[in-house]
C-alpha cells in the first residue's frame, strides 16, 4: 500500500492530521499558491510529502478557529483535504465532484477565482 492509501485509511479512522495527497490536491494546491506559500522551502514539489506539509501548515496559519462539526481545520488538514477533493475531481454520476479545479479548469465559475495563481496568469 502507498502513501495515499495508508493516509486515506488513516484519515478515514479519525486520524484528520493525515491527508491522502493525489493529483486532485496536488493541482489545487499548486493552482492557488497554498503549495509555493506554505510548502517547506527544502522540500521537493515533485513528492507527496511537499505538499502534505503545505496543507499542513497553510491549515494551521489560515483555518484554525474555523470549525466543522467540532473539529478545528486548523488541526484537520484530512478535513480540508476532502473539501478540495470535491472541489476538483471529475468522476462522472458523483455528486460530490464538482470538478472545477480539474485537469480542465473551470475558473470562470470558481468561487476562489480572485485567489487564484493560475486564473491571474491564465
Request: hydrophobic residues 35%; proline residues 5%.
Amino acid at each position: 500500500m502507498g502513501f495515499k492509501g495508508v493516509h486515506n485509511i488513516l484519515r478515514d479512522f479519525g486520524y484528520f492530521d493525515m491527508a491522502p495527497i493525489d493529483i486532485h490536491e496536488r493541482r489545487f494546491l499548486f493552482r492557488t499558491g497554498i503549495a509555493l506559500r506554505y510548502g517547506p522551502s527544502s522540500g521537493d514539489p515533485r513528492e507527496l510529502e511537499f505538499y502534505l506539509t503545505a496543507l499542513r501548515n497553510f491549515c494551521k496559519e489560515e483555518l484554525r478557529g474555523y470549525t466543522l462539526l467540532g473539529i478545528d481545520l486548523g488541526e484537520a488538514p484530512g478535513i480540508v483535504d476532502l473539501i478540495i477533493w470535491c472541489f476538483s475531481c471529475t468522476k462522472e454520476g458523483k455528486e460530490a465532484c464538482k470538478g472545477i479545479c480539474s485537469a480542465d479548469p473551470k475558473c470562470g465559475i470558481c468561487p476562489i477565482n480572485h485567489c487564484c495563481i493560475y486564473y491571474e496568469l491564465r
